[in-house]
T-cell receptor, first 114, second 109 residues
Framework: NAGVTQTPKFQVLKTGQSMTLQCAQDMNHEYMSWYRQDPGMGLRLIHY???????DQGEVPNGYNVSRSTTEDFPLRLLSAAPSQTSVYFCASSYSLSGGTEAFFGQGTRLTVV | SQQGEEDPQALSIQEGENATMNCSYK?????LQWYRQNSGRGLVHLILIRSNEREKHSGRLRVTLDTSKKSSSLLITASRAADTASYFCATILFGKLIFGQGTELSVKP
């Protein structure tokens, strides 16, 4: 059972480039989310999804797009990378939020934008 | 704005001592969760306490919840060097799982 898998683990981008961070889970979880973690800022929610075909914005959505075509996958797209998007990105999934179930996290993607 | 805020931001103790971290939140909740993060890795769920519970135990962890004060505390007893990590509380706000800024715990051998 792989849990939540994020790829790549590390990435360096040039300003203006675009890329997609991949996230996949094999636990049939409905709720998936993306966070960024910056020093002293904790985890901030970028986008989340409560099921296939349904996405919504979190606290810091600007500059990012998401889609949820399947239950398993929830990719995060950076449209035009900026140095301010240098961060560690985490994907998480949980069976349900309303039931108060735990969230499972991927190992993170460390992104540097130069 | 953050739903949950931890206090202190950093805590340094000796092995064998107890560590207490606090979390305050702003709105009514159904449950509150605590997570642990080792040095830049993904977060790992520790414990969940529901709004109708006042205290919950899991091994060396003890969590309390005071809904009247909108606060929770995480106590780690008899700490070990391996407990060195960041600890986060998390609550659900408008259908979103929101984390606090975390407490960085350092346990010295």
């Amino acid at each position: 059972n792989a849990g939540v898998t994020q790829t790549p683990k590390f990435q360096v981008l040039k300003t203006g480039q675009s890329m997609t961070l991949q996230c996949a889970q094999d636990m049939n979880h409905e709720y998936m989310s993306w966070y960024r973690q910056d020093p002293g800022m904790g985890l901030r929610l970028i986008h989340y999804s409560v099921g296939a075909g349904i996405t919504d914005q979190g606290e810091v959505p600007n500059g990012y797009n998401v889609s949820r075509s399947t239950t398993e996958d929830f990719p995060l797209r950076l449209l035009s990378a900026a140095p301010s998007q240098t961060s560690v990105y985490f994907c998480a999934s949980s069976y349900s939020l309303s039931g108060g179930t735990e969230a499972f996290f991927g190992q993170g993607t460390r992104l540097t934008v130069v | 704005s953050q739903q949950g805020e931890e206090d202190p931001q950093a805590l340094s103790i000796q092995e064998g001592e107890n560590a207490t971290m606090n979390c305050s939140y702003k709105t009514s909740i159904n449950n509150l969760q605590w997570y642990r993060q080792n040095s830049g890795r993904g977060l790992v769920h520790l414990i969940l306490i529901r709004s109708n519970e006042r205290e919950k135990h899991s091994g060396r962890l003890r969590v309390t919840l005071d809904t009247s004060k909108k606060s929770s505390s995480l106590l780690i007893t008899a700490s070990r060097a391996a407990d060195t990590a960041s600890y986060f509380c998390a609550t659900i706000l408008f259908g979103k799982l929101i984390f606090g800024q975390g407490t960085e715990l350092s346990v010295k051998p």
